[in-house]
């Protein structure tokens, strides 16, 4: 068994082809610009349509951003708007289903539920989570199940997994957001 490389590389995922699901990641005061860069990288790899940043996340062009995110940054589309409530409004009227990462009285398990063809999956600031303000303008939210004795883990990994989640989720809800 030899690692596939190069051509054999892009031949081997051409037989797998991405599901047909828009997806944006939206990160709401992430301010470790660690985060933010794994976060594109994370974008780049599920193709997602862009990376909405907000309030006090950091933002390109950043030296660490650029280094974690293996430039992923340059190629990624991304906007940045100061008030996270005010863009989930936005995409919520571009038709997003817009889904905060968040434990919440009814979150429900991320590989537990049908997802519409468009999803904005929401993260907040590593400390705090996403705000009450942008929790309440959400069409709900998801959460990954922690089995050991901490109740988190690190924000881009996180978002990285749901993220892959539900871009793969099987079906796709015909309810409207």
Same mark, same amino acid.
């Not at 470790?32 to 994370?42: E, I, K, L, Q």
């Not at 997602?48 to 589309?77: E, F, M, Y």
């Not at 309440?136 to 993220?163: H, T, W």
């Given at each position: 068994?030899? #690692? ?9 995922? *051409? ?12 990160? *709401? ?7 933010? %860069? +794994? ?20 933002? #390109? ?78 069409? %709900? ?8 004795? %901490? +109740? ?7 978002? %990285? ?17």
């Amino acid at each position: 068994m030899k #690692p596939l490389r190069g051509i054999s590389l892009k031949r081997f995922f *051409q037989k797998h082809p991405r599901p047909d699901r828009e997806l944006v990641l939206m990160l *709401q005061d992430v301010e470790d610009p660690v985060n933010v %860069g +794994a976060s594109f990288r994370t974008a780049d790899a599920l193709r997602c349509s862009q990376v909405v940043l907000t309030g006090i996340s950091a933002r #390109p062009p950043h030296k660490l951003i650029t280094k974690v995110g293996r430039g992923k940054d340059r190629r990624v589309r991304w906007r940045y708007a100061e008030d996270s409530a005010a863009a989930v409004d936005e995409l919520r009227a571009e038709g997003f289903e817009v889904l905060a990462l968040e434990i919440t009285e009814d979150a429900i398990r991320v590989d537990a539920r049908s997802y519409s063809a468009r999803v904005c999956l929401v993260v907040g600031h590593e400390d705090h989570g996403v705000t009450r303000r942008t929790l309440e303008r959400c069409d %709900g939210s998801v959460f990954l199940p922690m089995y050991g004795k %901490g +109740a988190s883990m690190n924000l881009s990994v996180a978002l %990285g997994i749901a993220a892959y989640t539900v871009l793969h989720a099987g079906k796709v809800s015909d309810a409207p957001p």
